[in-house]
């Protein structure tokens, strides 16, 4: 038996190298680079290390349809176009060119995280049309959401709980069995929409609670009260959620809300709730500049004049992804002010960055000595170090500005070292 | 030593019966009646069955300004005025009343919700004002908000962390030694703000993350996808929250975001998050009705002819308490297309219903044979029995009409028995 995996990034990896212990996994990706590159046992996310090289798993950007596969797993990115509504185009993509490798009893599994509805109302039809094969008679199709979460060591695909959804009982039974050599339990629903609309919401939930700390943080800063304190307190309570105020983007959080309203849309119901996490995050990084402004100019900076360094330019700490990062709105409201800055990053690829936003990374060895206000956006572990370490950095000893924006520092050091410090 | 507790409810009164243990405790209520029943070992709320009775505690509706109390303990109601605004009068009363009897080093504990800042403001100039004596220098005051949650067995005072938190170290330390002897451990805070907001937000998450599920209930209905299954199958994901949808009352939850939103907006600033609970689930119960004539016409009853049986009144289960119900909002919406409904509630007391919403509570035993219609609207272990026992209510076995808004049955059942449904 031999299982195709399509795309080679975050999610689709692991679910290879995975499968590969026990079955043949062909691997695909559209990317040329990135299939050079795990062939050569490298891979540049940095999720797994010496698993690449092995016998059962073969890395290809190439489709030959003289195979012939009982299963495949399609893995490729859902993102959002420019409207923040679904960018469906890779989906369709894959689609359309996995629907020549269909066979009798082909299970198609998809586990990109999509909106209510979109394997049945987009997906089964292109495969229909496409490999002129009929579903639920000729091939057939389960949803089983990637649960990945870049950087946790603890929740990875062998440890978690993998959610199976068909409409069909006999394919959820089987895909059940596949994913069961690879995952510690499997949690069966009854149909595609179920599966679908459990995984989009999980991200939504944490989208809102984080927006309600950083509701809290802006109001209680106003209160000069302690945010950081008050939330420590709350979280003794036996039910409260202990979520942190920060910048909220990356390919999950930063998206599903979109996709869900997207579709509710269409049922001519506008969400009051679900994106209120988006409308309330998707404004931090401005919130974040203005406090960086207002803390230079309190302290006689001129802020045309200021030298800013930002630490941390991934979606989140300890990973290269910076894919819908959202310290990118730092850089470009202080950009409107002709604020000059630079930006550190010791996780993300500097070209790819250069690529994609035309931004410099700058080597992490050149910090020292030159600034006036530093912004901890991104709490890599590089960056989770004793103030005294930070001591060194600032062009004038008097004036040690610090925006902590995930508050990684107690402010008691802040205040007895005598920095000058906003803390979200 | 004597301590002091004024208001002899939900909060009050468990408080003195844990103090009276190892103390003297003086438990005050302004209703006679309350005190009456206390003194006679009846608890109506049936909190603390035969533990009243105890040469330790008295219960007075009294100020014997005689006493030296070195602790006062204020746990009156704060609830909100039919404009959502905090009414504070119970506090400002009870804050005059105790002032004549502050002594020197005197220590004041407010219980109460609130929002962050009340005690400062309003409370402290109050007892300076009505005292003569000066705050942090004659007497000293901190604020350990109750965590009673009605009806729990497992969360209760002697189980639970309480927070304790002063302006003043020493009284800190010296209400912390107090709360010591009666809960199992205290988390002391540097403020009596940081005290108070970290109180009021508690139940803003809880509000949020229960309209969050409200909503997604009303969009999955509308594509017809059954939430609570989505629900379960999310709560498989180790970080997703696991809230049913339903109607969100009460006199925490229902009340405390006004409160926090109350204060934002002395700073000029408009929640946008935190207010967002209260918009959605304030709508709940007028959804529940609308659900309701929907599934009579679909179902060729005649809504003005159709006979409704309600059951549940209290704001949660098995508990008698039913301020800010929002079954309310059920009943007054059917009632203003003229709908006949009975509501049966073997929790409330009938008598305090009447007095309060002119609404007569029917006996369970009447309940019979005669109804369209049932709105399981309350979970009281009363109600929640297998489908067979609600068999024998309707009067025409055709049409058997449940509408379940806490999801109490399976929807399998429903549809094997042949009910005709709605859940929330």
């Known amino acids: 038996m031999k299982i195709f995996v399509v795309g080679a990034g975050y999610v689709g990896l692991p679910l290879a190298v995975a499968f590969s212990k026990s ?26 290390g010496g698993k690449l090289i092995n016998k059962n798993l073969n890395f290809t950007n190439h489709l030959d349809i003289k195979n012939n596969y009982k299963f495949i797993i399609i893995t490729v990115p859902t993102p959002i176009n420019g409207h923040n509504h679904p960018d469906l185009s890779h989906i369709e993509n894959a ?34 049309q496409h490999s002129n094969l009929k579903y639920n008679k000729d091939f057939f199709v389960a949803y089983s959401p990637e649960r990945v979460n870049p950087g946790d060591k603890v929740n990875t695909l062998n440890s978690i709980t993998k959610i199976v959804g068909s409409n069909h009982s006999k394919t959820c039974q089987k895909v059940t069995k596949l994913y069961k ?14 599966a679908e609309a459990a995984k989009v919401i999980e991200n939504i939930q944490r989208d809102i609670n984080i927006a309600l700390v950083n509701e809290l943080s802006v109001l209680f800063h106003k209160m000069n009260i302690p945010t950081n304190e008050v939330l420590k307190a709350a979280s003794t309570k036996w039910n ?16 599903d809300p979109y996709y869900l309203s997207h579709k509710a849309e269409q049922y001519n119901y506008f969400p009051q709730l679900l994106l209120s996490g988006r409308r309330f995050n998707e404004n931090m990084g401005r919130y974040v500049a203005t406090q960086t402004i207002k803390l230079l100019i309190q302290n006689n900076i001129n802020p045309s004049k ?12 300890n990973i290269s992804d910076f894919r819908n990062t959202k310290v990118i709105q730092i850089i470009n409201e202080l950009k409107n002010y002709n604020i000059k800055l630079n930006v550190f990053d010791p996780c993300v690829s500097k070209q790819d960055v250069k690529k994609e ?5 700058h080597d992490l ?3 020292k000595s030159k600034f006036d206000c530093l912004i901890v956006a991104v709490p890599h572990k590089e960056f989770v170090k004793s103030l005294n370490h930070y001591n060194h950095f600032f062009k004038n000893k008097k004036n040690k500005l610090i925006i902590d924006v995930r508050n990684i520092f107690k402010t008691k050091d802040l205040i007895k ?3 000058k410090y906003f803390q979200l």
Not at 31 to 47: F, S, T, V
């Open 23 to 48: 079955l043949k996994v062909d691997c695909y990706d559209i990317d040329k680079d990135r299939i050079q590159e795990l062939k050569n046992g490298i891979d540049k996310n940095k999720q797994e």
């Open 95 to 128: 689609t359309i060119n996995i629907a020549q490798l269909i066979r009798k009893n082909t299970v198609i599994i998809y586990e990109s995280t999509t909106y209510p509805g979109c394997t049945e109302e987009f997906c089964i039809p292109l495969l229909e």
């Open 181 to 194: 050599t690879i995952c510690k339990s499997i949690y069966q629903v009854s149909s595609l929409k179920i």
């Open 240 to 255: 409260f959620h202990c979520y942190k105020p920060g910048l909220v983007g990356g390919h999950c959080i930063g998206v």
């Open 306 to 317: 200021a030298k800013i360094a930002i630490l941390g330019f991934a979606f989140k700490e």
């Open 357 to 361: 936003y035309n931004l410099t990374i």
């Open 365 to 367: 060895k050149n910090i």
């Open 417 to 419: 070292q005598n920095f």
